[in-house]
């Protein structure tokens, strides 16, 4: 499986593929064309231990460098690793 981003502005676009076998996308692929962003990270403080504290991403931006547009991902379903 991969993920397809697609700048429906200007036709810029870029493939994710894994290159892990774990499948995992590395999100670096701040070139020319896009930028991807981490911009929330949730904290859940209401443990009694530092060690149960969990971060969890809540938003990620891509944004064209080419025209700047942009998509927002947000509202993730679950946590993976719960
Ligand atoms: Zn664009």
Do not use: W
Not at 10 to 16: I, P, R, S, T
Not at 23 to 47: K, P
Request: hydrophobic share 35%; glycine share 4%.
């Amino acid at each position: 499986m991969k993920i397809l981003i697609i700048c429906e502005k200007c036709g810029h676009f870029v493939e994710l593929v894994p290159v892990t076998k774990g499948q995992h996308v590395h999100l670096n692929v701040n070139d020319e064309r896009f930028r991807i962003s981490e911009i929330e990270l949730d904290y859940d403080y209401s443990v009694d231990e530092i060690e149960e504290v969990t971060a969890e991403v809540k938003e990620i931006r891509f944004d064209c460098k080419s025209c700047g547009d942009y998509i927002v991902l947000n509202e993730f379903p679950r946590h993976v690793y719960r």
